[in-house]
């Protein structure tokens, strides 16, 4: 099983990003989730969704910009990205667990599937 990010990009501030993430070889996980890591940062969570009732999560900062969503039939999640701020850049990894519960979501350490990453770039 592989989970696989793209959609990665250099943009300028108030511009949007759609990142994908597939996952071959299987269904999705019962909750896919987005991380990001910026440079000389700790990974941080930004939002995730259960696959089952599309319940979506989100950190407070992507909370009004960010929208999660998945598309079961194609086994992908999708992080849509609008008005980006220049500390939105970094390296975004999708990442997706069955065997984690709700109080879980937002710990990258509870997830046992990740994706490569992708390298989000917001420019002032």
């Known amino acids: 099983v592989q989970l696989q990010a793209s959609g990665g990009g250099s943009v300028q501030a108030g511009g949007s990003l759609r990142l994908s993430c597939a996952a071959s070889?299987?269904?999705?996980?019962?909750?896919m989730g987005w991380f990001r890591q910026a440079p000389g940062k700790e990974r941080e969570f930004v939002a995730a969704?259960?696959?089952?009732?599309?319940?979506?999560y989100y950190k407070d900062f992507a909370k009004d910009r960010f929208t999660i969503s998945r598309d079961n039939a194609k086994n992908m999640v999708y992080l849509q990205m609008n008005s980006l701020k220049p500390e939105d850049t970094a390296v975004y990894y999708c990442?997706?667990?069955?065997?984690?519960?709700?109080?879980?979501?937002?710990?990258?350490?509870?997830?046992?599937?990740w994706g490569q990453g992708t390298l989000v770039t917001v420019s002032s």
């Open positions: 070889g299987r269904t999705l996980y019962r909750y």
């Open positions: 969704i259960r696959l089952s009732g599309g319940n979506t």
């Open positions: 990442a997706g667990d069955s065997g984690i519960i709700l109080s879980q979501i937002r710990n990258d350490k509870a997830y046992n599937y």
